[in-house]
Every structure is written in C-alpha cells, then in structure tokens.
C-alpha cells in the first residue's frame, strides 16, 4: 500500500500531465489537472502517515533506481503538493483566457512529476535523474508567454541549470569514487578512499553542493532567479519560487548530510566557503530587493534571500540549525507562493506590474491584501506567524554552535528582515492608506482568492501551532545528531 | 569456417557494389532491392560472425615477410562490427527515400555498399598493414560520396578530407614502419613488440606511437586535424549520418585502440609523455568541439562538431590505458553512434522535406515533423546524458575511469567531460525549443514552415528502429558494459 501510494505519487502526475495533450476540451482537462494535483497530494499525505522506508528499487547495473521514503521525504513531498496544488487552481482562472492553458498544464504536472520524484528519491543517480528533470520540464512554464524576452529568460534558466547541473555531475563522480555509495544514508558514507584523498574530497562536495545552490539561487549562480520570475506566468514563477529552489535546498542537504556526511565537512573550508556565500546572499538578496521596483522582480531578489536563510542553517550542520532550516524552507516556499499568487492576482486584475503603480489598489481588492499582509508578516518573521520561529531557530542555532560565524549570521538575519519589512510593507501601507486611480472593486474570482486564503491561514496556523511540525523537524535533526554524535 | 565466412562478409558487399558500377542500375525498383538484398546479406553474415565461436584466421597473401593480408574476427572488432552491422541496413533503408530527391542514385549506392566492405575489413584486419591499406581504401571509397553533390563547396570539401586523410595516413606509416622494425605488426592485446629489440628505446617508440596516433587521429578528428569533418557535412546527409558520424571516424577510432592496446602496448605509454599528450589533445577536443557546436547555426555543421567532441570522448576513455578506461570508450562508441546517427536523419529529413539547413529556420517544425523531431528530442536527450539514457552511463563510465588515474591530467579529463556535457545541453536544446515552442517574433518563419510535411515511411520507419534501438542500449546498459568490460580485459 505504501509503496503504491509513494509510486502513484510520482506516476500519476507524470501521466496525467502527458495525458493533458490528447484532451481537446478546455473543461474536461482542467477537471484533471485539479484531480490529478489533488490526489497526488492525498498520495502523499497517506504515505506520509504510513510510514517510511524503501518504496521500489530497480537496479541497472552501475547504479540502482532507489525510491522511498524518510521523514525529510515525506515533509518535501506533502509541501510541493500542496503549493502546487494551489498554484494550480490559482492558474485556472489566471490562465483562463490562454490558449495554450493546455500546455502549460501539462508541463505544470510534468514538473510536480519530477519534484515527488526528487522528494522520493533514495540515493543521488535517482536524484540527479529528477533533477535533470525538473530543469527540462519546467523551462516551458518559464517562456509560456511565448514573447522573445521570456525565450531569452527561459534559455538562461537552461543555462544557469544546466551549469549548476554540471557542477553536480562533477561532484557526483568523485562521491561516486569516494563514499561507500551513493545512497542516501544519514550520516552518509565517507570511505577511507576520501579520507586518503581529503582535498579531492572537499572540492567534490564543495562542486557538488555549489551546483545545488544554483537553483536555490545562491551567489554566485542567482542570476537566473531575477530574470526568469517576471517574464513567467504568475502560478509558474510561484511554484519556480517556492518549490524548485527548495528542490536545490533538498539537494545540497542530501548530498552534505546524507551523502559525503555532515562530519566530513564541519570545520572545513566547505563549511566556511559555503556560509560566507549563503550569507552574501542573504544580505545582498534583500538589499536588491528593497532596491527593485518590479513587483515580481523585487519578490525573486527576496526569494534570493530567504532560500539562502535555509542554507545558512543546513552549513551550521547542528541539530538546532537543521531543523531551523527544515522549518525556514516550509515557512518560505508557503509564504513566497501567496505572496507570488498575490502578485499574480494583481496583475490580472490591475495590469499593473510595478510597485509604485499599486498605490490605493488594497481598497479595491482586501481579500487579497489582507492575505498578502498574513504572508508579508510571516516572511519578515513577526510573531505569532510561521516566519518568526523558523528565523528564531536559525539565529540562536548559530549563535550557540557557530562561534564568530553565528554572531555574524546573527546580525546579517537581523538587518535582512528590517530590510524584508522595508521591501514588503511599503506596497501593503500605500495599497490599503491610500487613494489611487482604481475606482471599482477589482477583487478576483474563487479560484484565485480561495488558495490565498488556504496559504495566509496556513501561515497563522502553523505559527500559533508550532508544535507539530517543529516536532517534525526536530526528529528529523535529532536522527542527524545520534549519527554525528 | 570462420574464415570462409569472414571472406564472404567481405566480397559480398564488395563485389556486389562493384556490380553496380559495371552494369547501372537504371530503374529505383530493382536497384533498392539489389542493395537492400546485399546489405541484408552483409549484416546477417556480420552478425554471424560476432556471435560465432571460434577465431580462426583469414591469411589471403603475403607480400613480403612480416607483411600478410590477414582478417580476423577478436573482441574489439566484434564491437565495431556489431554496431555498423546493425546501423548499415537502417541507413540503407533511410538513403533510399533521401537520395529519392537527389540525382547519381546509381553510383551514390554502388559506394556506398562497397564502403560496407572497407568497413568490415577495418573491423576484421589481422594486423596493422592489413589495417592501414583498409583505412587507405575506405579514404579513397568514401571520397565519391562526400563529393557526391559535385558542385564547388562539395569538391572543395572533398580536397579538403583527401588531404588530410592522405597526410594522416603518412603518418601513421611511419609509425608502422617503427613497429614493424621494433616488434611485428600482429595484433596482440597487451602489445605486439619485441621487449628485447625495444630496450633502450621507449622513448622513441613513444614518438612513434604518438606519430600513429596522430596520424589515425586525422579520422578521428582530434584538434587540430578536425577540419574535413564540419567540411565534409556538405555531403548527403546518410553518408554525414553513418560515415561522419559512425563508420569512418569509428575506424579513426578503432585504428587508434588497435595500436594503443594490441601493438604499442598499454604498458609502455602508461604514465609516460605519450599519455599525456594522448590525453591533453582529446581533452582540449572535447570542449573545442562543444563549444564550436554551440556556436554554430548550421544544424548538420553544429551536430559535425558535436561528433568532434564526442570522438575525443571515446579517445580519452581509451588513452586512460586501463580496462576501465576500454570499457568506457567502447560504451561510448556504442552509445554516440547510435544517438549520433538519429540527430543526423532527423537534420536530413529536414532537409529533404523543407530545405531548411539552419537552426533560426526551424521555429514551429516541431508540429510539422512530429515524429522526427521526437526522435530528435530522444537522441538529444541520449547526447547529452540525462540519465537513464546510455550516454549518461558512458560518460559516467569515462569519468570514473580517469579519476580513477589518481593523475591530475585525470581530472582535467574530468573537467573536460563536465564542461562539455554543459555545452551539449545547450546546443541540444536550442534545437528543440524553437521547434516545438516558437516565441511570437517568430511568426513569420512559423507560417513560412507551415507547408512542409513529415518525412515519409521509410524515414519513420528508420526513426523508429533506432528509437527502440537507442531504448534498447539504454536500458541493457548493464549486461552490455559486462560483454564491453570482458572485451576490454580480453576475455573474448
């Protein structure tokens, strides 16, 4: 039963997405496109509760097709289903007039396909399969407007990714040569032929790790975030957002804590390496974006910065800073969808795309607004919303176990949110204070309103419930730390 | 047995396409049958010959001592034949709809059925002369074909890869003639030269050999001796398809493993200078060649330069001068030739129904030509490694053989590939998205596409086979990498 559920979660959105093609009517397709999103979500949610372990495992010789499930699986599973899910019945009424609605829900489906199957996967070739994936399927949902600026965006997507995937490829032989396997085993598997080989070893990881940030969009390889988000249709640049940088995230916390091992690379020049970026980007990304007047633009720079929150926490390698992350990275990509989805809604209901165009429109539409102001609040981490305890988290983690590092990440955490709070509130005060040239009600249909609404209350609820999922988290570091201690 | 068998395999195409030339045959009906009926003769005796038992030799004359006309049947060459008797009838069957449109048809095939034969002596040659005089014949037989549009670009190209075939093939004339003069020119896994006689002069031999790789290098066109091939895409497009991209080169190839690994000797190259620079021109090739391709507009140049890099693939694997590294290379052999062989078809067939040569004229193909342009998606996706196509395989398979050099010159090998593998997915998917997802500046051209047709049958029924082929070899790998790992440590 499990092992279907975690395959039926991989397949079904796959099929349905190349079935997507062969249905003419607009109707009947999007009636399976929500089913599809839908179950593929319960698949998930039911497996989750199931249990974990390996799911189905084809060996092909060099290497093995290796599903399954662990916690951290099962949390970015249920996750990339549920957003996409409502980043899809968003797309409905967003795309509504589109006549590809049909293509850019197949690829939207084909890409939820590959995310269950990285969030499944149970060792780096089946990982790297999706991975590769992911990148090809979801650059159509870049350039689905179709116009030569979002082709150009959507080739150096391609670029970026598959330069970063390079990057990955390169690591991946030498993890090859210097693990036990390349399964994903907590605690990973360092053999004494890396321990030989200690500097080779280190630039592999670092190679390895470094190719995964590119999609979570960490400096240097960020370029592609800023440039792909505006040109994409809104849906699309919230599950870019949200989902496929976390999709880097899962990558570089396999390949560090379950592949070469968290002992390996603590007190290294890696660990320092990546930190020192990861906290680059953080400032820089917020800075950028206080600094952009594009709205989704400006939302991609934050993207930037808070994916690059999650790395700071998973290069502490402490239990206290992994479960920050896990937590940051849920809290993040259910912030950035709504606030995407916000941006979406915006535009198709004012056609304005940049921020100082939007002054008085909060009056004319407050549902929406009021969801972005949930969604604002969580992301610059103001209690009780979900933000405040995953940025708790990481601050204190580092602090604790960081030594100067921690100090300087704690500082940096601090001038990013005011920096958060000054790129965000501005376009809540000045929508919802004051007057503008929009004089009728401009407020969506259900379809849009309703997943901003499930996302803002997710947002209050999982902040004033904190126990479950930082129960969650905190089992899932706490196998982390038996393994290192 | 074996040897009778050999020498059909041999004549068969031979004669029959020499048949060709004496007596013309005028009308398309019995002269596709003639060469369909002969090739289908070849590849089953082919096939006959890599899965039969025992080696027995073929020794057909001795022109002095030392120097036999001899043929014979060893591992390495059962892959070599095993590829090209597969792919040979495919093409066949692909050239008759394409040369439908083209004028010569008559001679086109009479050479192109007697390069058949060149081929499989290339594959069953006994010992370097009998090696070197195939590889002379095969420049000399191929050379109509490349000239075959006879206007000026093609008689230029046609200069251009007589020269340097001719110049290769000096050089490795002295290279043999050193063998010949320090050892024997048999093939033997492991080396084929006189411990004695070479004591004292490794380091000449080492040239010597560098000279042979150069030489044979020419086909495989190893930087700076790559210029004929992009040249010689001018030809039509099943000789750019299985000689540019399969036949020819492959002999380059494989000539240059026979003097690696049965005459000079793994274990006198290894660790030494003539490593080295055996793995610096590939390297340097491989990312050459890439980024060429990237550059280039012009579809069947840009795959021309892909073939580049992707040749140096297969010469790093082999000048890694481990089993591992054999291995590897004669995966990727495999697994290029096929991929290579679909993106070639897919330009032709572009070509023959559109007249179309340049990628920015593709937007909106994509839904003229589904089926070719899903082939060539396939095939792309092979090239350029996304797992679990073969190509991911062989090229993982190459890099783990140079890391395992535990030599820095191993992991630039490894740079190499990364960066290439980089490059060959861009150059790939710059095909493919405008075809199948046209931006709106790109209207006119989409409409001015609109009227073109998908290839006919005979062309899918081609893109099929190798589609099932290239799923085949993709998810056999296993199996296959243990048959290529035995033929590499010399067990078969």
Request: a positive charge; one cysteine or more.
């Amino acid at each position: 039963m499990y092992s279907i559920l975690v395959l039926l979660a991989v397949l079904l959105p796959v099929v349905s997405g190349i079935c997507m093609g062969l249905i003419r009517t607009a109707h009947s397709r999007n009636i399976l496109f929500v089913e599809a999103l839908g179950v593929t979500l319960a698949c998930t949610a039911i497996a989750a509760a199931l249990g974990t372990g390996m799911a189905g495992a084809v060996d092909m010789g060099v290497f093995a097709f290796r599903l399954g499930a662990d916690p951290i699986s099962h949390l970015f599973a249920i996750l990339f289903a549920l957003l996409f899910l409502c980043a899809g019945v968003f797309s409905l009424e967003y795309n509504l007039h589109d006549k590809n609605q049909g293509r850019f829900n197949a690829f939207f489906l084909l890409t939820l396909g590959a995310m269950m199957g990285l969030s499944y996967s149970q060792n780096l070739f089946t990982f790297y399969l999706f991975y590769e994936c992911m990148t090809l399927m979801s650059m159509p949902l870049v350039f689905h407007e179709g116009t030569r600026e979002s082709m150009k965006a959507a080739l150096q997507y391609l670029g970026y990714s598959l330069f970063g995937a390079a990057l990955v490829l390169f690591g991946f032989f030498y993890a090859g040569q210097f693990c036990e396997n390349t399964n994903f085993i907590a605690g990973g598997s360092f053999s004494a032929a890396g321990q030989a080989h200690l500097p080779m070893a280190l630039a592999a990881a670092f190679c390895l790790m470094l190719g995964f940030a590119c999609k979570a969009g960490m400096v240097p390889l960020q370029q592609w975030l800023p440039v792909a988000h505006p040109v994409a249709p809104a849906p699309a640049s919230a599950v870019l957002s949200a989902c496929i940088t976390k999709a880097g995230v899962l990558g570089i916390l396999r390949s560090a804590c379950y592949v070469f091992g968290a002992d390996v690379l603590r007190g290294t020049w890696v660990q320092t390496a990546m930190t020192v970026l990861a906290l680059i980007t953080v400032f820089s990304g917020s800075m950028l974006a206080y600094r952009e007047r594009l709205l989704k633009r400006r939302l991609a720079w934050s993207t930037v910065s808070q994916v690059s929150y999650v790395l700071y926490g998973l290069f502490q390698f402490s239990a206290a800073g992994f479960a920050g992350a896990l937590l940051q990275a849920v809290f993040h990509a259910v912030s950035k969808t709504a606030l995407f989805l916000f941006a979406g809604a915006v535009i198709h209901q004012s056609g304005k795309t940049r921020v100082n165009e939007l002054t008085g429109l909060g009056k004319r539409m407050p549902v929406v607004y009021g969801c972005f102001a949930f969604a604002s609040l969580s992301l610059v981490g103001i209690p009780p919303f979900a933000g405040f305890v995953s940025k708790w988290k990481l601050a204190v983690g580092g602090l604790e176990t960081f030594g100067p590092m921690g100090v300087a990440g704690a500082a940096i955490l601090l001038i990013s949110a005011i920096l958060t709070a000054g790129y965000l509130f501005p376009i809540l005060i000045h929508g919802c204070t004051e007057d503008g040239d929009f004089d009728r009600p401009l407020e969506p249909g259900w379809k849009m309103r309703l997943p901003l609404l499930v996302l803002a209350l997710a947002l209050l609820g999982l902040g004033l419930f904190t126990a479950p999922l930082s129960g969650v988290a905190d089992a899932a570091a706490s196998i982390f730390q038996e393994v290192i201690s | 047995m074996s040897a009778g068998l050999i020498l059909a395999a041999l004549l068969v195409p031979l004669l029959g396409g020499a048949a060709m030339l004496v007596h013309p045959l005028r009308d398309r009906g019995p002269r596709e049958t003639w060469v369909m009926a002969i090739t289908l003769i070849t590849s089953i005796l082919t096939v006959m010959l890599v899965t039969g038992g025992p080696r027995e030799a073929l020794e057909l004359l001795t022109i002095y001592p030392g120097l036999t006309f001899a043929f014979r049947v060893d591992g390495l060459g059962r892959v070599f034949l095993a590829i090209v008797a597969v792919l040979w009838p495919i093409t066949i069957l692909y050239s008759f709809e394409y040369m439908s449109h083209e004028h010569g048809e008559n001679r086109f095939f009479a050479f192109f059925t007697m390069t058949y034969a060149v081929v499989l002596g290339i594959a069953c040659a006994g010992n370097t002369f009998t090696l070197y005089f195939c590889y002379e014949l095969l420049t000399l037989c191929t050379l109509p074909l490349v000239m075959h549009e006879m206007d000026g670009k093609a008689r230029y190209a046609g200069r251009k890869y007589i020269l340097y075939s001719m110049t290769g093939a000096a050089l490795a004339f002295a290279a043999m003639v050193f063998l010949y003069h320090y050892g024997s020119l048999d093939f033997t896994l492991g080396g084929s030269l006189d411990a004695d006689k070479v004591r004292g002069h490794e380091d000449l031999l080492r040239s010597a050999f560098l000279l042979g790789f150069f030489g044979f290098g020419v086909k495989a066109a190893v930087w700076p001796a790559h210029g004929w091939l992009p040249s010689a895409s001018v030809a039509p497009t099943p000789v750019s398809a299985l000689l540019h991209a399969v036949a020819v080169v492959n002999s380059g190839i494989f000539a240059i493993l026979r003097i690696t690994y049965c005459n000079f000797g793994a274990a006198l190259l290894r660790g030494s200078f003539a490593q080295m620079v055996m793995m610096a021109f590939p390297c340097f090739t491989i990312v050459f060649g890439s980024a060429m391709s990237w550059r280039i507009q012009h579809l069947k140049r840009r795959l021309a330069y892909s073939t580049v890099s992707n040749l140096s693939y297969i010469l790093l694997g082999a000048s890694v001068l481990s089993s591992a590294g054999l291995q590897a290379a004669l995966l990727h052999m495999a697994a290029h030739s096929v991929f290579k062989i679909m993106l070639f078809f897919c330009a032709g067939a572009v070509l023959c129904q559109s007249g179309r040569e340049y990628i920015f004229e593709l937007p909106g193909m994509g839904r003229r030509m589904p089926v070719t342009f899903a082939a060539f998606a396939l095939a792309s996706l092979g090239l350029i490694g996304i797992p679990p196509f073969a190509g991911f395989f062989s090229k993982w398979a190459l890099a783990g053989a140079a890391a395992a050099m535990d030599s820095p010159m191993g992991v630039v090998g490894c740079v190499a590939l990364i960066v290439s593998a980089f490059l060959t997915g861009l150059y790939q998917v710059m095909v493919i998205v405008p075809a199948f997802f046209p931006t709106q500046d790109q209207r006119s051209q989409v409409r001015a596409n609109e009227a073109v047709s998908e290839a006919g049958w005979r062309m899918k029924l081609a893109f099929v086979l190798l589609a099932l082929l290239a799923l085949a070899i993709s998810f056999a790998v296993a199996p296959l990498s243990g048959v290529l790992g035995d033929i590499a440590i010399g067990r078969l």
